[in-house]
């Protein structure tokens, strides 16, 4: 079993930045892909970021390519979601999401563990 915990939510002008982390419980947390999915009032849930368990691969949302960049410290049992130049339309709900699965991948059914989330929202 893994726990994931979010945090580095907040409020933030346009153009500004965040970075959110995800702290994980477990000691196999390094053999898992891990995910960060958004879900803004009225959505559903969608993909943003994805890492590969070791770090090597990542695959974005073309919505937030360029902008976003997604990491990972093993060592801290930690991911983490760099977001710049923020939009007030990344305002959302952004979740972790961890696969009991080397390979990342955008498909959120994938994955097996969720965290509670963390809001983030970004004035105009």
């Known amino acids: 079993q893994v726990q994931l915990v979010e945090s580095g939510g907040g409020v933030v002008q346009a153009g500004g930045s965040l970075r959110l982390s995800c702290a994980a419980s477990?000691?196999?947390?390094?053999?898992?892909?891990m995910g960060w999915f958004r879900q803004a009032p009225g959505k559903e849930r969608e993909f943003v970021a994805t890492i590969s368990w070791g770090g090597s691969y990542t695959y974005y949302a073309d919505s937030v390519k360029g902008r976003f960049t997604i990491s990972r410290d093993n060592a801290k049992n930690t991911v983490y979601l760099q977001m710049n130049s923020l939009k007030p339309e990344d305002t959302a709900v952004y979740y972790c999401a961890a696969r009991r699965d080397r390979t990342a991948t955008a498909g959120e059914f994938t994955y097996d563990y969720w965290g509670q989330g963390t809001q983030v929202t970004v004035s105009s």
């Open positions: 477990g000691r196999t947390f390094g053999t898992y892909a």
